[in-house]
């Protein structure tokens, strides 16, 4: 198995960027796909991106087109999510989640996630 870990998140004003990390310890890294999902207080979890184990391939939802970023670095067991022009819409708990078979915008095919890392953008 795969432990995650996200980090980066924080206050920025509307229109800023920011950029998560999720780190990942286990030695089977490169073989996962990745994803980050977020869930805003009194909602449901939603898919943000999602990226292949080999970094062909990415999904992004529509809220979050054009805005954001999915990529990862396998020699650094890191998955990264680069969010511009954030929006106080954008505000949520990020969570990062890994899995060796699922890929794409379905949370229950997750096998793994993070405790999250909270985002907070101001109007």
């Known amino acids: 198995q795969v432990q995650l870990v996200e980090s980066g998140g924080g206050l920025v004003q509307a229109g800023g960027s920011l950029r998560l990390s999720c780190v990942a310890s286990g030695r089977t890294f490169s073989v996962y796909n990745l994803a980050w999902f977020r869930q805003a207080p009194g909602k449901e979890r939603d898919f943000v991106a999602a990226?292949?184990?080999?970094?062909?391939?990415?999904d992004v939802a529509d809220s979050v087109k054009g805005r954001f970023t999915i990529s990862r670095d396998n020699a650094k067991m890191t998955v990264y999510l680069q969010m511009n022009t954030l929006k106080p819409e954008d505000l949520a708990v990020y969570y990062c989640?890994?899995?060796?078979?699922?890929?794409?915008?379905?949370?229950?095919?997750?096998?793994?996630w993070g405790p999250g890392t909270q985002v907070t953008v101001s109007s």
């Open positions: 990226i292949r184990w080999s970094g062909g391939f990415t």
């Open positions: 989640a890994s899995s060796p078979r699922m890929y794409g915008s379905l949370r229950n095919g997750y096998d793994n």
